[in-house]
């Protein structure tokens, strides 16, 4: 069965604090992996993700993905509370087929 | 600029009523889904649609159907609604067949309560 782990599945930062994202997954034939943040709206897109190693790059976010290892991690640098949100992490797991969403970080970001 | 749309951000409903749940797009996108969204278990699918009239079942179908009469519309119907089926409910398109390449568009989603 094709499975995203996310991790943490919370987390509660300062603002200036830099934080990463953890997701893992196990499918049958990885095509891509995507980002998004979830505010108290629709989640919004952030990366696309297909090739190990190269690091994709917004303002103070970035993510990189390692195929290899099954992973992708996702940077916030000197984070804002702007930032708080929900983090989805999902993955393509075969050619035609839906993605499979994870459970989602809930990153906090006080004052 | 919107461009996904749900009906209603907050709904409640009492247990065995039937509940639409409406999505509306305007980007020309053949491809709707239907999410639901729980505390650790993520977004799961439960209905998808390739085209007007075509439905196909998700991850969790049981105790939903659809309708997609127009292309730009596609309505999540609870026949008989249970306390089970409160949740976040989540309408998205995309411009692919799974959302590949371009990812989806969301709705700012329906939050549901049956009581």
């Known amino acids: 069965e094709d499975k995203v782990v996310q991790s943490p599945l919370s987390l509660v930062v300062h603002e200036g604090d830099t934080v990463t994202l953890n997701c893992s997954y196990e499918?049958?034939?990885?095509?891509?992996l995507l980002w998004y943040k979830q505010e108290k709206k629709a989640p919004t897109f952030l990366f696309m993700l297909?090739?190990?190693?190269i690091e994709k790059k917004s303002g103070r976010l970035s993510s990189i993905l390692d195929k290899k290892e099954l992973f992708s991690i996702l940077n916030i640098t000197a984070t804002q509370t702007g930032d708080s949100a929900i983090y989805l992490c999902?993955?393509?797991?075969?050619?035609?087929?839906?993605?499979?969403f994870g459970p989602g970080t809930r990153l906090s970001v006080l004052p | 600029d919107v461009k996904v749309t749900q009906s209603s951000r907050y709904l409640v409903k009492r247990t065995g009523e039937k509940v639409f749940l409406e999505c509306v797009q305007d980007?020309?996108?053949?491809?709707m889904f239907w999410y639901r969204q729980d505390p650790g278990l993520g977004l799961r699918l439960i209905y998808f649609?390739?085209?007007?009239?075509?439905?196909e079942k998700g991850d969790i179908p049981e105790g939903y159907s659809v309708s997609r009469e127009k292309k730009e519309r596609f309505s999540l119907i609870l026949e008989s609604a249970s306390t089970n089926q409160t949740s976040m409910y989540l309408c998205?398109?995309?411009?692919?067949?799974?959302?590949?390449?371009?990812?989806?568009?969301f709705g700012s989603g329906t939050r549901l309560t049956v009581v």
């Open positions: 980007m020309d996108h053949e491809n």
């Open positions: 998205a398109s995309s411009l692919t067949r799974t959302g590949a390449l371009y990812g989806y568009t």
């Open positions: 649609s390739y085209d007007v009239k075509m439905k």
């Open positions: 499918v049958t034939n990885f095509r891509s």
């Open positions: 297909t090739s190990s190693g």
């Open positions: 999902a993955v393509e797991p075969n050619y035609g087929q839906n993605f499979v």
